[in-house]
């Protein structure tokens, strides 16, 4: 084997094994970055009141005006309920209602306490209703209003 043939396998054998460490170093960070991008999804992906998953309300159509009232159970009494309704435009309209929680307090004693809602939306008689509870949908169960009955009346008796 001459010389000129030794230096070229030398070097072509260099060049191989430094390839191989470069690309192991590339996968190793690449790795590093999945598994960062991972440690923040489980992050995100914590719910606040994971128990609320349903919202029950009277419903009220009265003078081409939807009304909405009911309760929610919170775990302390510095929960404060926040609703609006948001009709999209189709027809027949469709009403979604987002529910959102402010709570500015440090501490606060763990008793349940119940917070009213009451929400509004001018739109059809044929309008269909659906609900978000700080950003993740819910479901919403209306219970139709007893004739002669008004939203100022309201009682909440809902069993099971």
């Known amino acids: ?15 191989i094994v430094a390839g191989m460490f470069i690309y192991a170093n590339l996968k190793n960070s690449e790795l590093k ?3 960062e991008e991972t440690v923040e999804v489980v992050e995100e992906q914590v719910v606040p009141y994971p128990d609320i ?4 309300a009277k419903h009220y159509f009265i003078d081409g005006k939807h009304t909405l009232v009911g309760e929610v159970n919170f775990p302390t009494p510095c929960d404060l309920l926040e609703s609006e309704a948001v009709v999209m435009e189709s027809f027949p309209e469709q009403v979604r209602v987002d529910f959102n929680v ?27 209703f659906s609900a978000t509870f700080m950003g993740r949908d819910v479901t919403l169960n209306l219970i139709p209003a007893a004739e002669g009955e008004t939203p100022e009346e309201f009682e909440l008796f809902i069993k099971g």
């Open 53 to 56: 998953t349903r919202i029950d």
């Open 33 to 35: 970055n999945k598994n």
């Open 1 to 15: 084997m001459s010389q000129k043939s030794i230096i070229l396998f030398v070097t072509l054998f260099v060049l």
């Open 102 to 128: 402010i709570n500015n307090s440090d501490s606060c004693v763990q008793v349940a306490t119940a917070q009213r809602f009451k929400v509004e939306a001018t739109a059809s008689s044929e309008a269909t």
